[in-house]
């Protein structure tokens, strides 16, 4: 089947496709994020501590992260739409599970099920499209738009959740991936063709992935506790040694495997590395404002959990009309330009947020987000496109679990990063204010009065802190692209790639 001819039917079969992958995508996404609000209702129900049912968050991400490099190279090696049906087919299987829980440890397995199913569609749908646009201009605009699901969902999860949790139980939450993903997986085999596979000279790199594993579950792992911990605790200071000691392990073992799950001559690449440190900065910033914004608006805006849903809906339309518009640039503007431009924007829209406080409305709220979100978005395309056009077609699945690894770290560490700078602000706000206020009063009711306003003024002097620093990390992100290069030429399919691939 060929995907890439210039007939109406072709075309239109590439946007089937480019929705297809979306399905996936948001699904995946969606799923991490919508559990948060069931949990809970989780926790009453299986009879929970905080402490435990936080788990059931923390093993998704974890799991995720792990397999993530894992399915990217099996795709390389096997074809991208076998490992795309195989990760949606088992998410499914795995959501069903999860919505027939009847216990703590049967919701971790089940989730851990669904988390090594869902890290299987990043690396694969961003190949499977880089693949079938292959006009530089197109496949930007279908990779910026499909980008921006990934942020959209973190967006829908409390806007659907809360209804669903509400009306139907939180089971439903699992329920309802099952008809969305079979029509999906449909989808999937009828629009989706086979890509190109990679010749195996190796049996595949299982200590590569072990090791690596095992480094980033660590490192997650005390990005997603750490606040609890202690950054310096026992637990935290393990977590550090492992992270450290088997990434060594790790490149040793890719540097003398000639077919290693991660090809560290990305790395030698600038443009790579440049386009990687810049989504690092930008979904970071991204991830650790979501978090935080319906925190302030619940606290202390007095909204409800719907209502605060409400709020992120200019910004999930923003996000998919900012990615279309910045990849109808591709071509036409250099890279850079735009992408420093998108951080200028972002900046923008950020540093708005540190003018809130508890009479703020709600436009206070959704002018700040729509403006992140329209400069965020983008910028979406032109990263994706430029990390697509500097690896050969048959090392996309690997090259775009980097991208999606690097993206998935950095929003933990954007929650992480922020969520301690909040708490480390607000303590030492209250106690700035404390000692420079008096009151003339020794009336207990006024002196509660007092206090209360002083601990007030110093959490909001915290999220003030909070988004001044997310601005500095996105007009850094924005100017340092000043430096990244796009390579306008597609990479053309090797010889090897050539005799294997079924495109005709």
Request: proline fraction near 3%.
């Amino acid at each position: 089947m060929d995907n890439n001819n210039g007939n109406s039917k072709g075309s239109n079969l590439r946007w089937w496709i480019l929705l297809t992958v979306i399905i996936g995508t948001f699904l995946g996404r969606l799923d991490q994020t919508i559990v948060n609000l069931a949990l809970p209702k989780i926790m009453t129900d299986f009879g929970l501590t905080v402490t435990s049912v936080a788990w059931i968050a923390t093993i998704y991400i974890l799991a995720n992260a792990i397999f993530v490099p894992i399915w990217g190279k099996l795709g390389d090696q096997i074809g991208q739409k076998k490992v795309y049906m195989l990760g949606f087919s088992i998410f499914i299987f795995g959501s069903l599970l999860a919505g027939l829980a009847w216990d703590l440890n049967s919701m971790l397995f089940f989730r851990v099920i669904q988390a090594i199913a869902a890290s299987a569609d990043y690396p694969t749908a961003m190949a499977i499209l880089a693949l079938t646009f292959r006009d530089n201009r197109e496949r930007a605009q279908a990779l910026g738009i499909w980008s921006s699901s990934f942020a959209a969902a973190a967006v829908f999860g409390p806007l659907m959740g809360g209804p669903l949790i509400d009306n139907f139980g939180w089971r439903s939450i699992f329920y309802i991936n099952v008809p969305i993903g079979i029509i999906g997986m449909l989808m999937a085999a009828t629009f989706i063709a086979e890509t190109p596979k990679k010749v195996r000279h190796e049996s595949f790199d299982w200590w590569g992935a072990i090791t690596l594993g095992i480094s980033l579950s660590s490192l997650v792992l005390v990005l997603d506790q750490g606040l609890t911990w202690g950054w310096m605790s026992a637990s935290s200071l393990a977590c550090y040694f492992f992270f450290v000691a088997f990434l060594a392990i790790f490149v040793k073992i890719e540097y003398h495997h000639k077919d290693a799950i991660v090809d560290l001559n990305f790395f030698k690449n600038p443009v790579f590395d440049n386009v990687l440190a810049n989504s690092f900065l930008v979904f970071m910033v991204l991830m650790g404002s979501i978090f935080l914004i319906p925190l302030f608006a619940e606290t202390y805006l007095g909204f409800t959990a719907t209502q605060t849903g409400l709020l992120f809906i200019p910004m999930a339309a923003a996000l998919p009309l900012s990615a279309a518009i910045g990849g109808s640039l591709t071509g036409k503007i250099q890279a850079r330009w735009v992408l420093i431009v998108s951080g200028l924007i972002a900046t923008v829209g950020l540093f708005m947020f540190s003018w809130l406080d508890p009479r703020s409305t709600a436009w206070a709220i959704i002018i700040p987000l729509t403006i992140m979100a329209f400069g965020m978005g983008l910028g979406m395309p032109h990263r994706t496109n430029i990390i697509a056009s500097a690896v050969r077609p048959e090392e996309m699945g690997s090259a775009s679990s980097v991208l999606a690894l690097v993206r998935n770290i950095a929003g933990a560490f954007g929650v992480a990063i922020f969520g301690t700078i909040l708490q480390d602000a607000e303590i030492s706000n209250i106690l700035n204010i404390s000692h420079t206020s008096f009151i003339h009063s020794q009336n207990s009711h006024v002196m509660a009065q007092y206090i209360g306003l002083i601990i007030l003024k110093g959490q909001i002097m915290a999220y003030d802190r909070v988004y001044v620093v997310a601005a500095i990390a996105s007009l850094l992100a924005g100017l340092t692209a000043y430096w990244i290069v796009e390579k306008n030429d597609v990479q053309p399919l090797s010889e090897e790639a050539k005799a294997m691939a079924e495109i005709g």
